[in-house]
């Protein structure tokens, strides 16, 4: 029988790991949207230590269920085409405490993307902070200004109509004391 040799040798494999853990940002293995394996600045970033987080469902780190199933519905349709996706959202830490973050994945199989998916987060909350308390929609809308989607682009993506996504935005107009919507996507970034 043919010895097999590892394709990484020990100090290979443990510097790997190394890199995983102490890298910069966020990093996540995901399962069908449970931690599999988190790093350190994931878990400070969520407030959460990893053996804590680990079998966990990512709902727990968004503001609201709703949110966790729309942000879904659309990561997977783009990864099932692109592979990839990322954007800047609302998550949640583990005090209740909203923060704004930007999330880049990449699936493992492109036909499953949620069966394996590997994560990067990285918290943007210094440059863009949450100065007004939002509804759950209300972020969603925000999300896709900062995007820079029309309403019409926005009411698409929800599921909404444009008059409605407009609604919306009056509100948050309204909200951040705000006339125009260059001033409110400004406010919204910070």
């Known amino acids: 029988m043919m010895e097999t040799k590892p394709l990484l040798s020990p100090a290979t494999q443990d510097d790997l790991l190394l890199a995983f853990d102490m890298a910069p940002v966020g990093l996540l293995v995901s ?19 990893s053996e ?10 968004y503001p609201s269920a709703t949110e966790f199933e729309h942000i879904g519905d659309r990561a997977l349709m783009v990864m099932r085409s692109e592979g990839r996706y990322s954007d800047d959202r609302i998550m949640k830490r583990n005090n ?25 987060f990285e918290d943007i909350s210094e440059k863009r902070q949450i100065t007004t308390e939002l509804t ?12 820079g989607k029309s309403s019409k682009e926005i009411g698409k993506l929800l599921g909404i109509g444009y008059r409605t996504v407009d609604a919306h935005r009056a509100r948050l107009m ?6 125009s919507s260059n001033e409110l996507v400004a406010k919204l970034i910070g």
Request: aromatic fraction near 14%; charged fraction near 20%.
């Open 136 to 147: 759950a929609r209300e972020r969603e809308i925000a999300q896709f200004l900062v995007a």
């Open 52 to 61: 804590a987080l680990k079998g966990k469902s990512l709902i727990t780190l």
């Open 31 to 49: 399962r069908n949207r449970y931690v599999q394996s988190c790093n350190r600045a994931f878990s400070n970033m969520f407030g959460y230590s």
């Open 96 to 120: 209740g405490q909203l923060f704004w973050c930007h999330v880049s994945g990449q699936a493992i199989n492109r036909n499953d993307p949620f069966s394996a998916a590997v994560w990067v």
């Open 174 to 179: 309204r909200k951040f004391k705000v006339t």
